[in-house]
């Protein structure tokens, strides 16, 4: 019997922890402010920093992006520790980076701890630190040995496999993939072995058949960590309907995403992310929608060394093949409009406005990945 962690649970262990020093804030009214300082707040997919135009790969933090994990209020991220893509280091290269996210943790205990557990999303709250919940993107790190590879990175820390990333693996087929042949026998095998440790199976990056096969193969509740709606933007990065709503009878969660996929062009504004999260609470229901914004935690200045560095990285994943319609080099990755560390708070404020209630903006902000990473972790 799986175990259920009901929204109440956590609300009445998260009551009385609102953050001490509140600063007044006006993109946001005090009962959002109130109901977001007290919530759980998971980002589905993200990460703590930001652009940096004086960092260099394997460069720890600046200050100025701790300084804003630790205001921003998230209790925790789905934090990817894997390089992307079919690359013969991919595993190597993935244990680099857990070492790196170790190390800033370690560096910085006051402001990260590392999630293992649900309950360490509690201690997390309680402690006003963001945690980082280790994910990996694709699953070309684990190679073709699952049983050798799955548990070194079990044992350090990763909770989240994502099967695909846009092109097609040894798992099945990424997005991207025109032939759209679903999981292989082998992505079956690693999601019975994923299941079988307790770690979240993300079915994000993956080709139609692989939403549908993989909501059918998981025992239990997957998830789609960082997505849009498919029937209202036809971007293969999204989501269809029906693959909604199975993942919702399966007891899984969609985190809607920040980036352009949820328009047809042009740059994204907050009510396309509302008007998503809306059609996926109307096909899902409200216990299986959250937040995966595929985005930072601090603010974006938009300089001209940004939009320079934008442009190198659009054409480099075309390069790549792993660019997805919507990846403009003149259009930003992000929404100006949520472009702060406080997104999340706004967003709870903007659907207030929209006359969502309490209960499904908390629902909403976190406590959905919350039940879900409870009953698949345990």
């Not at 999260?277 to 959250?290: F, L, P, Q, R, Y």
Request: net charge neutral.
């Amino acid at each position: 019997m799986s175990i259920q962690l009901h929204r109440r649970q956590f609300i009445a262990a998260t009551a009385g922890l609102a953050l001490a020093g509140r600063e007044t804030r006006a993109v946001a009214s005090e009962s959002a402010a109130s109901v977001y300082d007290r919530s759980i707040v998971i980002d589905g997919l993200g990460g703590p920093g930001g652009f940096d135009t004086a960092a260099r790969p394997g460069d720890p933090l600046a200050e100025r992006f701790l300084a804003d994990a630790r205001r921003s209020g998230i209790t925790a991220i789905n934090y990817t520790v894997s390089a992307v893509g079919n690359v013969p280091t991919a595993f190597e290269d993935t244990v680099a980076a857990i070492a790196a996210a170790n190390r800033e943790i370690a560096d910085h205990p006051d402001v990260f701890i590392q999630v293992r557990t649900a309950a360490d999303l509690l201690t997390a709250k309680r402690s006003n630190r963001v945690g980082l919940i280790y994910g990996i993107q694709d699953t070309a790190p684990l190679g073709t040995d699952i049983a050798r590879r799955l548990p070194i990175l079990q044992n350090l820390g990763v909770r989240i496999v994502q099967m695909t990333y846009n092109r097609r693996n040894l798992a099945g087929d990424g997005s991207l993939e025109p032939a759209n042949g679903g999981l292989s026998n082998f992505g079956r095998e690693i999601i019975a072995a994923l299941n079988e440790r307790r770690i979240l199976v993300d079915l994000s990056h993956g080709g139609q058949r692989v939403h549908a096969d993989g909501i059918t193969a998981s025992r239990r509740p997957p998830a789609i960590t960082h997505t849009g709606c498919r029937n209202l933007v036809d971007n293969p990065r999204n989501t269809w309907d029906a693959d909604l709503k199975a993942l919702a009878d399966k007891g899984g969660v969609a985190g809607i995403y920040f980036v352009p996929f949820l328009r047809a062009k042009g740059e994204l504004r907050s009510e396309d992310i509302i008007r998503h999260i809306e059609h996926a609470i109307k096909v899902a229901g409200e216990d299986h929608v959250g937040i995966g914004t595929d985005g930072y935690v601090s603010r974006i200045e938009v300089t001209p060394e940004y939009q320079r560095y934008h442009r190198q990285f659009v054409s480099s994943r075309r390069e790549a093949g792993i660019s997805a319609p919507g990846e403009d080099p003149d259009v930003l990755m992000f929404s100006p409009d949520y472009n702060e560390p406080r997104r999340l708070e706004k967003l709870a404020h903007d659907l207030f406005r929209r006359g969502h209630s309490t209960g499904r903006v908390e629902k909403i902000l976190g406590m959905n990945f919350a039940r879900l990473f409870k009953e698949v972790w345990g």
